[in-house]
Structures are given as C-alpha cells and as structure tokens.
C-alpha cells in the first residue's frame, strides 16, 4: 500500500505546496480579479479532488509534475491576463511577432498535460492499457476538453460581454478558437508520441508496488 513507500509522497506534497503558493501570489492584486478567477477554477476544482483522493487514486510523479506545472501556466495567466504576461511580451518583440504569444503556450498545454492525466485514467480503469485505441482516444478526449472550453470562453462572452475580453484574450485575432484548439491538438499530439513510454513504466511501477489498484 501507499503508506509502506512514504518516500513516495514527497514529491506530490512538494508540489501541492507549491501550486498554493504559486496561486496565492497570482491571487496578490491581478489585473482583473474576474479574470483570475476564470483562468484559476480549474486548479480551486482539481487539487483538492487530487488531494481528496490521493490515496484511493494515486497519481504517478511524472503526471503530478504536469499538472502542476500547468497549474503555474494557469496561475500566471490569470494573474496578468495572457495577452499581458511579460514573457510573452518578450518572446513577441524579441522574434517580431504581432501578438503575445502565451495564450498559445497555454492551449499547447491544455492538450500535452491532459494527455497524461487522460492516459492515466484509461489505462488504470479500462481494457485499454496496452490497445492501439488509447492514444487516439486520448488526444480525442483532449479535442474535446479544448472544444468544451471554448464553448465556456463563449458563454463568458455572451454573459460578460466586454468585461470578459481579458478572459478571452483573442488580441484581434478572428481564427483565435481555431489556433487554440489546434494548440491543443499538436499539444496531445507530442505528449502521446514523446511521453508514452516513460509514463507506462511509472503506470508498471505503480502498480507493483500495490498502491496503484486499476479500478475495474
């Protein structure tokens, strides 16, 4: 069971850590307080469900690593809105671009973090460790989520109006719903092609140790 390798929670209780930190400083006077809190509601809804549940699911340490690594993305964004986040800033007058480009850095993430966590899932719970079906399935789930957030950046549209704009963050550009979702896509992609492997032998780990039970 997970108490007989405490060497293991050290890692996810590190990152829990810093996730709280990284939010209470994003939370420090934002740009827009509605903003930040649009950007941040998947990390006030998903830690404390990866918390709650760490011990009848626990994760592998490389999809711990993900998420809070894109919890810190999501953190950031929030704080500055993405079409402000100094970085992207520099990326954009440093390579002469024509719009910040960290609202796009942010979807590519969207796709390659779920892409793990989604693969988790399937292979832990389903017959389909192992099939050709679950990479496909997994970059098809993380299609869907992007679409599905797209159509939550719409309905904040519809509510907001121009308050929601810094949510949006589409900086002028018509095909912004488009380049997001194909951010996701190419983002799925490289995390399923470069990452498979090496998350399988942490999935084979996991469960020799016993703390990882597929759920059946």
């Known amino acids: 069971m997970l108490e ?3 060497g293991r929670r050290v890692l996810p209780t590190a990152l829990v850590a810093l996730v709280v930190a990284g939010l209470a400083v994003s939370a420090w006077n934002p740009h827009d307080r509605t903003t930040w809190l649009l950007e941040t509601v998947w990390v006030l809804l998903g830690l404390p469900l990866a918390v709650l549940f760490r011990r009848r699911f626990p994760l592998t340490n490389l999809l711990c690593c993900l998420l809070a690594a894109h919890a810190l993305v999501l953190a950031v964004g929030g704080h500055y809105t993405y079409a402000q986040v100094p970085v992207g800033d520099w990326v954009r007058d440093g390579l002469g671009l024509a719009r910040n480009p960290y609202d796009r850095f942010g979807h590519l993430m969207q796709g390659f973090v779920p892409a793990v966590l ?5 292979s832990r719970t389903s017959p389909l460790r192992g099939s050709r ?3 496909p399935l997994t970059v098809c789930a993380c299609l869907a989520f992007s679409a599905l957030f797209e159509m939550f950046e719409w309905a904040a549209a519809v509510i907001g109006g121009h308050s929601a704009d810094a949510f949006l963050a589409t900086q ?13 896509l190419i983002g799925a992609t490289l995390s399923v092609v470069l990452l498979s492997r090496a998350h399988d032998r942490q999935l084979d780990a996991l469960r020799s140790e016993g703390s990882g039970k597929d759920v059946r």
């Open 4 to 6: 007989r390798h405490p």
């Open 118 to 122: 989604v693969r988790e899932v399937l």
């Open 133 to 135: 079906w679950l990479a």
């Open 172 to 184: 002028g550009d018509v095909w912004d719903t488009q380049w997001d979702t194909f951010c996701a």
